[in-house]
């Protein structure tokens, strides 16, 4: 099977909040709030002044935030002019054991 001519789905904010509603059987107006503050509270969790980060999620996964060196003799593929390129910090996630199990079944499966 060729998966090459699918589209990436994308799923929104909106969309996690619909289905968060439909789990726990209330209307989408009362769940907007709460969904809205998972996200900001991870938001500010992660963008703390701090080189390295992790926050651990149980049955889900991990995000993590990871310093990158600086990299003193990069290019830009434009020009072929050396720029040098600070050092900073990345964001990571590596899924946890039921996730990483489905995300590895073969797509005919799906």
């Keep these: 099977m ?30 907007k709030a709460p969904v809205d503050a998972v996200f900001e509270v991870l938001r500010e969790i992660m963008s703390q002044d701090l080189p390295k980060l992790r926050v651990e999620i149980r049955n889900f996964g991990v995000f993590e935030i990871k310093p990158t060196k600086a990299k003193p003799r990069a290019r830009n593929p434009r020009t072929n002019e050396e720029v ?13 054991r ?5 995300l590895r079944a073969p797509l005919d499966e799906l």
Aim: positive net charge; aromatic residues 10%.
């Design 84 to 96: 040098y390129v600070p050092p900073r910090r990345k964001s990571h996630f590596k899924p946890g």
């Design 2 to 31: 060729d998966f090459s001519k699918f589209k990436s789905v994308t799923y929104t904010k909106k969309d996690v909040t619909q289905r968060v509603a439909e789990k726990m059987e209330v209307p989408v107006s009362q769940m």
């Design 98 to 102: 039921k996730l990483r199990q489905v």
